[in-house]
């Protein structure tokens, strides 16, 4: 139990850091947190825990093609975020988002890459 504790505590420490960072410097919060930070984190606990090095390779593997999806996100929120509130445009990028995961998903299993679980 103590250490998922401590894995809760680091790793929202991160994640806090990143956004009041963020508060301060638009790029460099960006920068930070473009980083793969959580998935460094991830892998390192994985590693910790004794996990096999194929599970750890897996997860870096599926985390690259899931990350491509989810770019037009970054492009279309600031877009919207001029028309609409947010909230309306965090939900219609994220629809987007998602509809584009879907997408890319079907094209992937056409190369034998299966991305849903």
């Excluded at 420490?13 to 990143?18: C, G, N, S």
């Excluded at 959580?38 to 994985?46: E, F, H, K």
């Excluded at 997408?103 to 992937?108: D, Q, V």
Aim: charged share 10%.
């Amino acid at each position: 139990m103590g250490w998922l504790i401590t894995k809760y505590l680091i790793t929202a420490t991160v994640i806090v850091a990143a956004s009041e960072l963020a508060k301060r410097n638009d790029k460099l919060g960006a920068l930070i947190v473009a980083l793969p930070t959580v998935t460094i984190l991830a892998m390192i606990w994985l590693y910790v825990e004794k996990q096999p090095s194929e599970k750890i390779a897996n997860h870096a593997w599926y985390t690259f093609w899931y990350v491509l999806p989810t770019l037009p996100m970054f492009l279309l929120f600031p877009i919207l975020m001029q028309r609409y509130s947010f909230w309306l445009s965090l939900l219609i990028s994220s629809l987007i988002t998602v509809i584009c995961f879907w997408l890319f998903s079907l094209l992937l299993k056409q190369f034998g890459i299966d991305l849903l679980p």
